[in-house]
């Protein structure tokens, strides 16, 4: 026995021994725990669209990509151990999918000179790119999102919600607090007043907050919620028949295993989405030939398609694209963490590239500049439709309203700088 | 063999009474310290100072603040989150509010403020006991994270509710902020966590500590012969929270950087403590150690082994290390209730009769 384990421990070392050259992206990811029926398809769309690049192209530039998976279960301890042990590897870009560990890892990472990647979450000022050189939140932050759902509502009430009330319940966390600010600066511009309900981690609990609602019958209910939550809230909402159409969740209280639970009575549940969602584009028939029937998908292969994995697909899309563009510039196919930097910070998406890539209009078209690493902040809303049970896109692209945010983005990164003592300017690449 | 007591003669009760009467403890105490001291410091890397080091002695200081409590004074307390949310929170608004203030003195008093908050939720314990003051102490942590979360005084106004700590140094060398060298994150914490460690030793064995122990045996006895209930077991609660705001000060400023309330002082932290002494051994210096050492190490070390050489999908190994802490609870509880601390004891006696046994 001891004999057998000894031989197996040789052998998975000799597999584990790094390879020179390659492009090494970590993937914090959490598949245990109350966030873990979110984070298993966006880290199994990260993970496969990477391998797909492998299979296929043979890498990005012909260098090979290799995924490091490390567990976090959304827990900021775990994370700063997760980043501390894969920084050393050349770590070129993190994507750690949780607003409190990106708290954690600004800092760090802008001291390692290492790119982070946190899209539609994570520190929203972090838009300001000349006070944040190494963090980039494109396409789309959360005040992005607050001004995309309100300027819905706007289009839905003939432009004036004057007099409305709307209620925001949110995660009792850095995540959930986010989009306060905004919320309460475009109440005071359109006149709709707004209640506040806070629901504690993980969320499992919502009894008191959902009397309230019901007692107040708001006129609209914005949710902030991820994990647990967002199942416990939409059930809630349908038990106390609040109207489906009149509940707007954000970018991350959308995705199936949130209004499956709920049945035929989550169906008309609102949502917004930062991509758009089409389970026949040409990328995923790929991926099921090349990654999936191959047997190298991260997870089972079952989330192919679903609004989470197409969220991490397109976000391992966008790193993808920056490495792309990072060797352009540089010349080199093994690029640094530096170079990574620069390669995201001259990002273009356009729509024939995402044409050219498999997966046409998956996002907003966008560009990425020093001062802004927000991208276009757009976002849609889609609806449930309970019996087809699946997501079906409502509008198209809303913009967000840059007259509220940019000021709010300005005084709150520029705090960030005056604490910190950093003198706000572009890096030199 | 490795233990040898011939010759080790003690003729005075000093000498009798020290905390490590066999020589070859004494010697390995003062070989671990000096490695500790003057090696450790020139080897620490970015991921042992972060991963393995900073947390271990930071859950190490919270350890012994609950050992005394508990282990000690038979307190059953799980506001251990709250009581160190306590301590960070504090060091947030003393590090923000008086900026010329050190690290050394800031953390001090948020482990005095911190103290006075453990004082006021330990009233209770005088007249409730067991598991109706764990459940006290409960609404302690809940309340305390509640307060944390609902008065933006505490942190500051700022937008999402999460504080950081700004860049301080001491003599010229940064103790805090990301571009803290790991050698002085790890020293600063080694030197509260040695300073107080002392301090434990010698409280627990002098007139305070037989006081909480003979509360904890039987508080009824303890009265007749002369202990102040009162005074024993609010003395414990104080001393217990200065421990574990020292330790969540240092959990906030050195370790993490920034921190958000319900995430990182939640009830699971209180738990995590708790089982650290459960483990460890209860009413133990060395078993605060060994259980902060062990928690702390054994994802670690599973990760390592398991995602790292062996491949396995990170997820498994996340849900057996709950499986294996678990496990190790029950197995703790029913086989050695002293925990890690009393095996370590066991085996010294054993090596001392080794290899002639009665």
Redesign the interface.
């Known amino acids: 026995m001891m004999k057998r384990l000894g031989a197996?421990?040789v052998a998975?070392?000799m597999?584990?021994a790094p390879a020179m050259a390659e492009l090494v992206i970590p993937d914090l990811?959490y598949?245990?725990g109350p966030y873990?029926a979110g984070g298993i398809p966006f880290s199994d769309g990260y993970q496969d669209y990477f391998t797909l690049l492998n299979q296929r192209d043979g890498g990005i530039g012909g260098e090979p990509v290799r995924v490091l998976?490390?567990?976090t279960?959304y827990?900021?301890?775990?994370g700063?151990?997760c980043y501390?042990?894969t920084?050393?590897e050349g770590a070129l870009v993190y994507q750690p999918l949780s607003?409190?560990i990106t708290?954690?890892l600004i800092?760090?990472a802008?001291?390692d000179g290492i790119p982070l990647h946190t899209m539609g979450y994570g520190?929203?000022s972090a838009r300001n790119g000349e006070v944040f050189n190494n963090v980039f939140n494109y396409p789309a932050n959360y005040w992005d999102a607050a001004s995309v759902a309100v300027n819905y509502l706007l289009d839905q009430n003939e432009g004036s919600l004057d007099g409305k009330t709307i209620a925001l319940v949110y995660h009792?966390?850095?995540?959930g607090?986010?989009p306060?600010?905004t919320l309460q600066a475009l109440g005071e511009k359109h006149g709709f007043s707004l209640t506040e309900i806070?629901v504690?981690?993980p969320g499992q609990e919502q009894k008191s907050q959902w009397l309230q609602i019901r007692r107040e019958r708001p006129d609209y209910v914005l949710m902030w919620g991820w994990g647990v939550m967002n199942q416990v809230a939409i059930q809630e909402a349908a038990n106390i028949n609040y109207p489906m159409d009149q509940f707007i969740g954000n970018w991350w209280a959308g995705a199936e295993h949130d209004v499956t639970p709920a049945g035929a009575a989550a169906d008309g549940y609102l949502s917004l989405n930062m991509n758009t969602l089409n389970p026949d584009l040409p990328v995923f028939d790929e991926i099921r030939a090349q990654v999936v029937d191959a047997g190298m998908a991260a997870g089972d292969g079952s989330n192919v398609g679903s609004v989470l994995y197409t969220r991490g697909m397109y976000a391992a899309m966008l790193a993808a694209e920056a490495i792309r563009k990072a060797q352009e510039i540089h010349g080199v196919s093994d690029i640094t963490p530096e170079m990574m930097r620069d390669g995201m910070e001259a990002l273009e998406i356009t729509a024939a590239r995402m044409e050219e890539l498999g997966m046409p209009a998956i996002g907003p078209e966008f560009s990425v500049s020093c001062q802004n690493h927000g991208g276009s902040g757009e976002g849609l809303v889609q609806r449930w439709n309970a019996s087809e049970m699946r997501f079906e896109p409502l509008t198209d692209f809303i913009s967000p309203d840059r007259e509220i945010i940019d000021p709010l983005i300005e005084e709150?990164s520029m705090a960030y700088a005056a604490?910190?003592?950093i003198t706000p300017g572009c890096a030199e690449s | 063999m490795l233990y040898r007591e011939a010759g080790d003669f003690k003729t005075t009760y000093t000498a009798d009474s020290q905390t490590f009467p066999i020589k070859f403890d004494r010697l390995g105490y003062w070989v671990i310290l000096a490695i500790a001291v003057l090696a450790l410091p020139f080897l620490v890397t970015d991921y042992w100072a972060n991963a393995v080091l900073v947390p271990f002695l930071i859950y190490a200081i919270a350890a012994l603040g609950l050992n005394i409590l508990t282990g000690y004074c038979g307190q059953v307390s799980l506001g251990t989150g709250g009581f160190m949310a306590v301590g960070a929170y504090s060091a947030y608004k003393l590090m923000t509010g008086f900026e010329w203030m050190d690290m050394i003195t800031v953390t001090l008093l948020s482990g005095l403020i911190t103290a006075a908050v453990g004082v006021l939720f330990g009233l209770p314990s005088l007249r409730i006991k067991g598991f109706y003051l764990a459940v006290a102490t409960l609404a302690a942590q809940f309340f305390l994270v509640w307060m944390f979360n609902k008065v933006s005084w505490f942190y500051n106004y700022s937008a999402s509710g999460q504080i950081s700590a700004p860049e301080r140094e001491i003599f010229g060398i940064l103790v805090t902020g990301p571009n803290t060298e790991p050698w002085a994150q790890y020293l600063f914490c080694l030197l509260f966590v040695v300073v107080l460690a002392w301090v434990a030793r010698n409280l627990t064995r002098g007139t305070v500590g037989r006081k909480w122990m003979a509360i904890r045996d039987m508080d009824i006895a303890a009265e007749i012969i002369g202990v102040n209930p009162l005074r024993a077991k609010l003395s414990a609660f104080a001393v217990s929270s200065f421990f574990i705001g020292v330790s969540g000060s240092l959990f906030f400023t050195v370790y993490l950087g920034a921190v958000e309330v319900g995430e990182a002082f939640g009830i699971q932290k209180s738990f995590l403590v708790l089982f650290m002494i459960i483990i460890g051994g209860l009413g133990s210096i060395f078993g605060s150690f060994a259980g902060a050492a062990f928690l702390v190490l054994l994802p670690v070390a599973l990760k390592l082994f398991g995602v790292d050489l062996l491949g396995w999908p990170t997820d498994i190994v996340a849900h057996l290390n709950l499986v294996i802490v678990g496990g190790l609870i029950v197995f703790f509880l029913v086989v050695e209730p002293h925990g890690l601390a009393q095996l370590w004891r066991l085996t010294k006696e054993k090596l001392r009769l080794w290899p002639f046994p009665h």
């Open positions: 197996l421990t998975a070392m597999a584990a990811s598949r245990t873990a998976e490390c567990e279960g827990n900021t301890e775990k700063v151990e501390e042990s920084k050393g607003t409190g708290y954690q800092p760090k802008a001291a520190r929203t009792n966390s850095a995540y607090k986010e306060i600010r806070a504690d981690h709150d604490e910190n003592n």
